[in-house]
């Protein structure tokens, strides 16, 4: 696995991802974490924003992910 797709309905997390500034709100050490991490470890990486109601990873508004997200 050398190329990822990373969707998100997280306008934030994407908008961290993306950008070359730090991010200084909460969680933002682990987008610093992530935003190293990627490129290290994958040769492409594209981070896209998807409504949280279908997105194109699932296919399915509800997706086993939803439901035991739902369930946590």
């Known amino acids: 696995m050398q190329n990822i797709v990373l969707e998100s309905d997280s306008q ?18 682990l987008f610093r974490e992530a935003k190293f991490i990627m490129p290290t470890m994958f040769v492409s990486v594209s981070v ?6 279908c997105n194109s990873a699932a296919r399915s508004c509800k997706s086993a992910a939803h439901e035991l997200a739902s369930l946590g």
């Open 12 to 29: 934030i997390l994407v908008k961290a991802l993306r950008t070359r500034e730090q991010y200084q709100a909460m969680g933002g050490v």
């Open 48 to 53: 896209l924003h998807v409504s949280h109601s």
